[in-house]
């Protein structure tokens, strides 16, 4: 059945603020998977906070342009879902590629990253990216180990002073 004019306004009008919304998009062909997958997939997505679309390709191309985000001249061929990321990117990311792997049906197609385009290859090493909390840990323990090493280079030569008066009284204390 033909959607009427009005009806796929108002897929292009969802799919432009689900794209908006969205920090990153992970494009992937679906073909042959079947509903199970699909729904395994789905589910996992929805754990993490993220969610998954089946889109229809030239509303999905409408819906990018007017949300301002690049379009892949290439991707949009066959059944297309998007992996909308609404927080972390790596975990959305990774279900794609464990679901690929697992499958070998689902086939990562690229990402789109703010206003960058990132093609299938990128969007595999974004799978192996580390959660924000550690690498905000090592950030930090990297920040932390130059200054910990200044701070006991400062303090040598005052501990120095502090052993050097130690003895000297514990020198008069057993003369006197």
Excluded: H, W
């Excluded at 969802?14 to 042959?32: T, W």
């Excluded at 889109?55 to 297309?80: M, W």
């Excluded at 090592?138 to 303090?155: D, F, I, K, M, T």
């Excluded at 030569?157 to 003895?167: E, I, N």
Aim: hydrophobic fraction near 45%; charged fraction near 20%; proline fraction near 5%.
């Amino acid at each position: 059945m033909a959607l009427t004019k009005e009806q796929k306004e108002q897929i292009v009008a969802k799919y432009v603020e689900k794209f908006s919304k969205s920090q990153a998009l992970i494009l992937a062909d679906y073909r042959g998977m079947t509903v199970a997958n699909l729904t395994s997939l789905r589910s996992r997505l929805r754990e993490s906070g993220n969610s998954f679309l089946v889109v229809k390709n030239t509303l999905a191309r409408i819906a990018l342009e007017r949300a301002g985000k690049p379009v892949p001249s290439d991707v949009f061929t066959g059944p297309v879902a998007i992996g909308l990321c609404y927080g972390e990117i790596a975990p959305v990311a990774k279900a794609f590629n464990e679901a690929a792997q697992d499958t070998k049906l689902l086939t990562l197609r690229g990402a789109i990253l703010g206003s960058r385009l990132v093609d299938a290859e990128g969007t595999k090493q974004l799978a192996n990216m580390p959660p924000r909390e550690v690498v905000l840990g090592e950030v930090l323990g990297r920040l932390q180990s130059p200054l910990s090493s200044l701070v006991s280079v400062l303090a040598g030569p005052l501990r120095g002073l502090a052993y050097v008066l130690q003895a000297r009284s514990d020198q008069l204390a057993a003369a006197g």
